[in-house]
Structures are given as structure tokens and as C-alpha cells.
């Protein structure tokens, strides 16, 4: 950056979306027009590509797939359950988020 230009502001991120009339203001913002350059550009970079193709996969990734995996399977542990006595969203992913509450820096240190 030269010193001609001027600094850029940055601020702390705000939620801004409080309800479904307030998507509007997203749809036509600067940031949405480049989210979607960006998923444009990450779709073409891929095209032609062999979805099967050998991948060499790091040890981090590897890690993260593996932690995904863990909670992909307590999916399947805790089954959603009947709404109609629910008011604010399903008790079994309230227990699925204790339980990764209370493994979660078990998780962190095994997959670091």
C-alpha cells in the first residue's frame, strides 16, 4: 500500500440480518456480489475434474474429516424428536451440543 492511499476502516462485524425482510439489504450488497464471484470462480476451477480422483489429503484435513466423521455418527445417536411439545428448535440437538461440549477439548487435543 502506498502512502498516497488512504488506510481502509475495518469495524466489528455486526449481525445485520434479524429477520427474513432484512435479506433484501444482502442480496445487494458489495459483500454478497463477491461471495458469489467467489463460489462462480470455485466452481469453475473445478470443472472438467474427476470427482474420484486420488487426493492427497494433509494430516489436518485428514484430522478434520475424522472429527466430521464423529459427529456425523452422534447424528445418528440422537434422532430427532416429536416437535409438537418443542417450542424453541428439537431437544436432541440440545443434547447432541452438550455432548460436544463435554468432549470437545478431548476432540481439539486428539486432532491436533
Not at 466430521?68 to 409438537?84: H, K, R, S, V
Request: hydrophobic letters at 30%; aromatic letters at 14%; a negative charge.
Amino acid at each position: 500500500m502506498s502512502e498516497a492511499e488512504p488506510k481502509p476502516e475495518y469495524s466489528e462485524p455486526q449481525r445485520k440480518i434479524k429477520s427474513v425482510f432484512d435479506i433484501g439489504g444482502w442480496y445487494k450488497s458489495e459483500a454478497y456480489a463477491n461471495y458469489v464471484a467467489f463460489l462462480k470462480r470455485l466452481s469453475q476451477s473445478v470443472r472438467s475434474q474427476p470427482t474420484q480422483s486420488d487426493v492427497e489429503v494433509g494430516e489436518v484435513a485428514s484430522r478434520l474429516i475424522t472429527m466430521l466423521g464423529t459427529f456425523d455418527e452422534w447424528i445418528e445417536e440422537y434422532q430427532p424428536e416429536d416437535m409438537a411439545d418443542q417450542r424453541y428448535g428439537n431437544k436432541a440437538f440440545r443434547k447432541w451440543y452438550s455432548r460436544l461440549e463435554s468432549v470437545s477439548t478431548y476432540l481439539l487435543d486428539v486432532s491436533s
